[in-house]
């Protein structure tokens, strides 16, 4: 994950061999940082995310995800 980049995370656990997500959320700055102080982060085992290009992008893949 490159520091400084916006983009969007899930947070979520496996059930069945499945990711299943429990909360999205986004950053328009920096997604490494965000990532890292999100109180939920220690209430999920797994986490995916994807860096964007800008927080356009980034909100567009955070309600891509909530879907």
Sequence with gaps: MEPGRPGAYA???????????G??????????SRLVTDNYLWRFDYFIFQQA??????YALECERAR
């Design 11 to 21: 947070l979520g656990y496996s059930r069945e061999g499945q990711f299943e997500i």
């Design 23 to 32: 909360y999205v959320d986004r950053s328009d700055t920096c997604l490494q």
């Design 53 to 58: 290009k800008n927080e356009y992008e980034a």
